[in-house]
T-cell receptor, first 115, second 112 residues
Framework: DTEVTQTPKHLVMGMTNKKSLKCEQH?????MYWYKQKAKKPPELMFV???????INESVPSRFSPECPNSSLLNLHLHALQPEDSALYLC??????????????FGDGTRLSIL | GENVEQHPSTLSVQEGDSAVIKCTYS??????FPWYKQELGKRPQLIID?????GEKKDQRIAVTLNKTAKHFSLHITETQPEDSAVYFC???????????FGQGTRLTINP
């Protein structure tokens, strides 16, 4: 069973559209992540939220805008995307910062296609 | 920054044989090393992890070994089964950095 839930599972959008990806976890984790994964490649970190604050932005273009409304939810707002942004977008969560790195658990992802 | 290299990129073994996947990392400060299994169209699933204060960890048919001096770690799967077929990713992280750096992945195929 997936403990990190992502919606929608699939999304097709035009380059001028605005859409949002959603991620939810109820494990009490305080760190949440967005990754981008292209076919046959490893996940590539985009953003990290720690205790609802943005702690890492891996120089992601501004057409991707993350939001963490509360400790259980993570959104990724999309606007004016390019065809090369087509990919699988994965959300993950972990217990959060501390002395010991904690395992990250992934959701099933949203497969995004830009027309 | 950290760089993780993973070999081989593809691996084919007969059912029942063992499979070994190797990774090397560049940053000696890295101290957490998870392994993920990703089946086609599915999410990466954590299968085992190891921290730098441990040299080996085992979970049933899966084991991971870590050599801090040489900066490499390996995944060992024994008595392979068809359901072990997937892409396996190693990763490395520096404590508290919350940033996993992944290897390029190994496509493992188990031949019946």
């Amino acid at each position: 069973d997936t403990e990190v839930t992502q919606t929608p599972k699939h999304l097709v959008m035009g380059m001028t559209n605005k859409k949002s990806l959603k991620c939810e976890q109820h494990m009490g984790h305080r760190a949440m992540y967005w990754y981008k994964q292209k076919a046959k490649k490893p996940p590539e970190l985009m953003f990290v939220y720690s205790y609802e604050k943005l702690s890492i932005n891996e120089s992601v273009p501004s057409r991707f805008s993350p939001e963490c409304p509360n400790s259980s939810l993570l959104n990724l707002h999309l606007h004016a995307l390019q065809p090369e942004d087509s990919a699988l977008y994965l959300c993950a969560s972990s217990r959060g910062q501390g002395k010991t790195e904690q395992p990250q658990h992934f959701g099933d992802g949203t497969r995004l296609s830009i027309l | 920054g950290e760089n993780v290299e993973q070999h081989p990129s593809t691996l084919s073994v007969q059912e029942g044989d063992s499979a070994v996947i190797k990774c090397t990392y560049s940053d000696s400060a890295s101290n957490y090393f998870p392994w993920y299994k990703q089946e086609l169209g599915k999410r990466p699933q954590l299968i085992i992890d190891i921290r730098s204060n441990v040299g080996e960890k085992k979970d049933q048919r899966i084991a991971v070994t870590l050599n801090k001096t040489a900066k490499h770690f390996s995944l060992h799967i024994t008595e392979t089964q068809p359901e072990d077929s997937a892409v396996y990713f190693c990763a490395a992280s520096i404590q508290g950095a919350q940033k996993l750096v992944f290897g390029q992945g190994t496509r493992l195929t188990i031949n019946p």
